[in-house]
């Protein structure tokens, strides 16, 4: 257990000195929060059992079954990786409960936490995508509807409309990552980068809305993630293998023109946070850098504890990615790697738990988070701090 803890001091040290040395710093006034709750909305990055307890009996998504949960929770959890997901480590960062799927905890009381993020999730509604051609009905539980589930749940979780604005006004409320699903369904189907990129707008309009609809409702801190580095997607580095060296990054060996694409949409997107921060000064409107926490990753892999060149998916099986989207993880006849902690590609579309944790440490303490945000202000609770006042160092099971 020492061995392990000074590990991975070891390798924190090394994710401060790298990330102090490539980003500049964002000043900006830092606003405390002792949150007593997490707010979820999002996709299957942020799903802890939604899908799973939406789904039918007879139809159930890939999270239930192993190796999925295999490394921490032991047991498949509807989670689409092997173990924690990011906001699992923020939510042990910030000493609360695993944030509860909303639907199917009838006996959860929810006040430190709901979460209403459904695998397959889009920010734009089902109808409006098909009315583009894009036909991938994996969920019709769209931002929209995950916002309406949760005003109807209000009078459940906190009571009286007074005792309801103040629980969201106390909660960290984290809005995606969503939109990806809209882009990638497209892609997925064969549609071109060009008519992909006229989605955007109507992607960050429907975020923007849901956000100042949180505002109206009494939240303070709203943190929303950006897309995440698609190019350097197994599934997509399988779709669109190419000899032609030039569509791929020399470090890397990402997809340049898909990251190029995703780099518009979060450009887009902070700017329209920006637009809302100064709209509505009294709250923290929190852009999380999901994308460049994992570019470094892949950029830097063995600093990290990865492998060099991370691209291939632990769980999967053929081809140079270890990915086929007819035989994906969790299907009968699918092999697992030995070691998940060597790779950031869990099952070709999400990631480890390993690679995740990276992400959130990226965001609680190093420079992902914009603007700065100080996560450990006089009377912030922070769970296994040590005596010095040190970073944070993240449970291990």
């Known amino acids: ?11 924190l040290k090394n994710f401060f000195l790298i990330t102090l040395l490539t980003t500049a710093a964002v000043t900006s006034e830092q606003q405390c929060r002792n949150f007593k709750s997490i707010i979820i909305f999002g996709d299957s990055i942020t799903d802890t059992g939604n899908l799973l307890h939406l789904s039918d009996l007879n139809n159930l998504p890939q999270s239930a079954f192993p190796p999925y949960g295999e490394t921490f929770f032991h047991v498949p959890t509807g989670r689409f990786s092997n173990g924690r997901l990011i906001i699992d480590f923020i939510a042990e960062f910030l000493r609360l409960p695993y944030v ?22 889009t920010a734009l509604e089902r109808s409006f995508l098909e009315s583009r051609g894009i036909h991938y009905a994996y969920t019709n539980v769209s931002l929209g509807v995950q916002l309406k589930s949760f005003k109807k749940s209000l009078p459940n979780i906190c009571g009286s409309p007074s005792d309801c604005r103040e629980m969201i006004g106390d909660a960290l409320i984290i809005v995606g990552e969503i939109g990806g699903n809209d882009y990638n369904y497209g892609l997925l189907v064969g549609k071109s980068i060009e ?6 707008p109507l992607v960050i309009s429907t975020i923007s809305s849901v956000i100042t609809e949180l505002v109206h409702m009494g939240g303070r801190t709203i943190m929303v993630p950006t897309d995440l580095p698609i190019g350097c997607w197994t599934s997509f580095l399988t779709q669109y293998q190419t000899s032609n060296q030039e569509e791929y990054n020399p470090l890397t060996g990402c997809l340049n023109w898909l990251n190029e694409f995703v780099e518009h949409h979060n ?13 509505y000064p009294h709250v923290t409107i929190l852009y999380a850098d999901y994308y460049n926490a994992l570019l470094h990753i892949f950029q830097e892999p063995a600093r990290f504890g990865f492998m060099n060149r991370p691209l291939s998916a632990c769980c999967g099986t053929g081809g140079p990615y270890n990915f086929n989207n007819g035989s994906q993880c969790g299907t009968k006849g699918v092999d697992c790697c030995t070691d998940p902690s060597k790779y950031v590609h869990w099952d070709g579309f999400h990631l480890t738990e390993s690679a995740y944790r990276w992400v959130a440490m990226g965001l ?9 945000f100080d996560w450990s ?21």
Do not use: W
């Open 1 to 11: 257990m020492a061995s392990l803890a000074s590990h991975l001091s070891k390798k």
């Open 100 to 121: 509860p799927p909303y639907f199917g905890s009838p006996n959860e009381s929810f006040q430190k936490g709901v979460n209403f993020a459904v695998a397959g999730a």
């Open 377 to 397: 202000c006089p009377g912030f609770d922070i769970k296994n701090r040590t005596s010095s006042g040190r970073q944070y160092s993240f449970s291990s099971r």
């Open 195 to 200: 008519e992909i990129k006229e989605l955007v």
């Open 364 to 372: 609680l303490e190093g420079p992902y988070t914009l603007p700065a």
């Open 267 to 279: 450009k887009e997107l902070q700017e329209e946070l920006n637009r809302l921060q100064k709209l």
